[in-house]
């Protein structure tokens, strides 16, 4: 049996990387995929503790999780699209009508 | 070493450098190609865990239709390669640092855990189990999820359509 603390780890490598995905790149569909790639991570969490203390709940919040980041996924990439159609780029550089 | 340590490295090998070849590629459609790694060797890490319906949902909605989603996304607006731009100065001086300190942190804080070390207990998944939970215990939030789907479908459609000429 792998201890459960690796699973943990392992989550927050991901989720880490994640953080450093969204950070550094310039695209916005992979600043987008980046933000997938945390909810992963978490959901990885959910359920190595939900296995650790022996309970179905993580489970069923990792389901949650899911339907949220669907959810998102659709919104976003209607907003990505908009995006792409007004400033005629996907980088994020040019989005840049808040900035100082 | 067990099959079962051997089968996890090898999954988590596989997730994370599905993960470093996301950040690694200038082209979205590779990003995209990574994600979709990644997410199939989660979804091996859950049946591991013994979640088997967690993981059938993973590769059926995540690797399927949200990664769907994205390559349609990507091909409809015709990505090309990233620009290479100036990193911003706040990225570089300040988010580098702070998000390599939440890795660091955060390995550290669970590897302290003591309760963590502890044996895992027996497997309670089943898909029975999950789902007399999900339509007894959480009935009402399960419901609210479907609003949010319903939603959100709405929001997507009226955020992509064309402004009438």
């Known amino acids: 049996m792998v201890p459960i603390v690796y699973y943990v780890v ?13 950070l550094f790149k ?41 339907v949220v980041a669907a959810a998102e996924a659709a919104v976003g990439l209607a907003i990505i699209l908009l995006i792409a159609r007004n400033r005629e780029s996907l980088n994020i550089e040019r989005v840049n009508l808040l900035k100082l | ?8 490295i090898l999954l988590a090998a596989m997730a994370i450098s599905g993960a470093v070849s996301l950040i690694l590629q200038r082209h979205p459609i590779h990003s995209a190609l990574s994600l979709i790694v990644v997410m199939t060797a989660l979804a091996g890490l859950y049946l591991l865990l ?12 995540y690797a399927g239709a949200i990664m769907v989603l ?17 990193f911003s100065r706040m990225a570089t001086y300040v988010g580098l640092p702070v998000s390599v300190l939440l890795l660091v942190q955060l390995v550290w ?14 497997n ?12 007894k215990d959480f ?22 359509k064309r402004e009438p000429v």
Request: proline share 4%.
């Open chain 2, 139 to 160: 009935l009402l939030p399960f419901e609210l999820t479907s609003i949010l789907i319903l939603i959100a479908i709405l929001g997507a459609i009226v955020l992509a």
């Open chain 2, 70 to 86: 994205f390559v349609f996304v990507i091909m409809l607006l015709n990505a090309g390669q990233e620009e290479r731009t100036s």
């Open chain 1, 26 to 66: 310039r695209n916005i569909i992979t600043m987008f995929m980046a933000i997938e790639l945390m909810l992963n991570a978490v959901n990885l969490a959910f359920v190595a503790f939900s296995r650790m203390l022996g309970q179905l709940q993580g489970q069923v919040y990792v389901f949650f999780v899911i």
């Open chain 1, 10 to 22: 392992l989550s927050a490598v991901l989720f880490g990387l994640g953080v450093l995905g969204f």
């Open chain 2, 124 to 135: 309670p998944a089943s898909t029975r189990g999950l789902a007399l939970l999900l339509f």
């Open chain 2, 1 to 8: 070493m067990t099959t079962e340590l051997a089968l996890f």
């Open chain 2, 50 to 61: 013994g979640a088997e319906f967690i993981a059938a949902v993973q590769i059926i909605v």
């Open chain 2, 109 to 122: 804080w669970i590897t302290r855990g003591a309760t963590l070390a502890a044996p895992p207990r027996p």
